[in-house]
């Protein structure tokens, strides 16, 4: 996802490793038979590339570590850590700003797998998961591509 904010400033997102806690129960509900979904607990439906189970118990990252590097060289203007119902942060910081714009949003394979499965709104798969960012970073445009190679040394997938 790219959002940038119109005086230019830039969003960057960093990528989770998956559903985190926030949307485990409705993923569950939607795709695991037990439960009355649609799949089996060790199928790998879609473009998933793992059985499905692995996917939804993926680990959470945790973003402290490259969050700190990234603020010991450049000017952090603002963070939102991305759980459920977070981009509504955003809504927050529009109050301060000029505000943000979306586009250019790619959700891992899994969100889209949740969300065509259950039939669900893009409205309600942004209230109620991480849709694929597990923080956000504002900066300064002229930051973005340091910013960007500094988080790939780290090992943390982003986007602008």
Known sequence: ????????????GLQS????????????????KKWGGKFGAFETPGSLKRPLIYEILEPSKI???????????FQILGAVNI?????????NLMENSIGFEFDNFKPQPIFNLIQRTGDISDG??????????????????????EILKLLKK???????
């Open 124 to 145: 309600e798969m942004f209230k109620t998961s991480n849709m694929g960012w597990g923080l956000a970073i504002i900066v300064k445009k002229m930051d973005v591509d």
């Open 63 to 73: 973003y402290v570590k490259p969050f700190l590097r990234v603020a010991e060289k």
């Open 83 to 91: 759980t459920g119902d977070a981009y509504l942060k955003f809504r």
């Open 17 to 32: 490793s998956g559903i985190h806690s926030n949307g485990l129960t409705l993923a569950r509900k939607i795709l695991f």
């Open 154 to 160: 780290e090992k943390i997938k982003a986007e602008a």
């Open 1 to 12: 996802m790219c959002i940038r904010d119109r005086p230019g400033n830039v969003v960057i």
